[in-house]
């Protein structure tokens, strides 16, 4: 267990190393990481152009969660998911109809927020 958390770490350390921030495309990939005093939680959102069709993407989304209880830690649990959205480029929001998700994008500082959540791009 240790060594998938250290090579989670790893992994996302040497991808935000390789990304040169020059684009401004929303396509890419997103990462999130949360410690808090109930686990631990590696988020991440990839955002792809699926077709030629106007405004529309796919983000396949990746997240693993450590719980922790009584200082106890639990197995990872992992979630999958694949969500279709539209971009509204006037708004600069990306929206899910089948679960009502709403990412707002914000392109000067290359993040996506879900909620009260910010995602970084690390990758093209």
Same mark, same amino acid.
């Given at each position: 267990?240790?060594?998938? !958390?250290?090579? +989670?770490?790893?992994?996302?350390f040497l991808?935000?190393? *390789?990304?040169?921030?020059? $684009?401004? *495309?929303? #396509? ?5 990481? @949360? /410690? @808090? /005093?109930?686990?631990? #939680?590696?988020?991440?959102? #990839?955002v792809?152009?699926?077709? *030629?069709?106007?405004? !529309?993407?796919? !983000?396949?989304? @990746? ?5 922790? /209880? ?5 197995? $990872?649990?992992? =979630?999958?998911?694949?969500?279709? &959205? /539209?971009?509204?480029? &006037?708004?600069? =929001?990306l ?6 998700? =709403?990412?707002?994008? +914000?392109?000067?500082?290359? #993040?996506?927020r879900?909620? +009260? =959540?910010?995602?970084? $791009? !690390?990758?093209?």
């Open positions: 267990m240790k060594y998938m !958390i250290i090579f +989670n770490f790893l992994f996302l991808s935000a190393c *390789s990304y040169t921030g020059t $684009k401004s *495309s929303l #396509t890419g990939t997103y990462v999130s990481y @949360h /410690e @808090h /005093e109930f686990g631990k #939680t590696n988020d991440t959102l #990839t792809v152009k699926p077709n *030629s069709g106007e405004g !529309i993407y796919q !983000i396949e989304r @990746h997240a693993g969660t450590v719980r922790t /209880e009584d200082g106890k830690k639990f197995p $990872k649990k992992v =979630t999958t998911e694949t969500w279709t &959205v /539209e971009y509204d480029p &006037v708004k600069q =929001t929206f899910e109809l089948k679960e009502g998700r =709403t990412l707002i994008w +914000n392109s000067g500082t290359q #993040t996506l879900w909620g +009260n =959540t910010d995602f970084r $791009k !690390i990758a093209k």
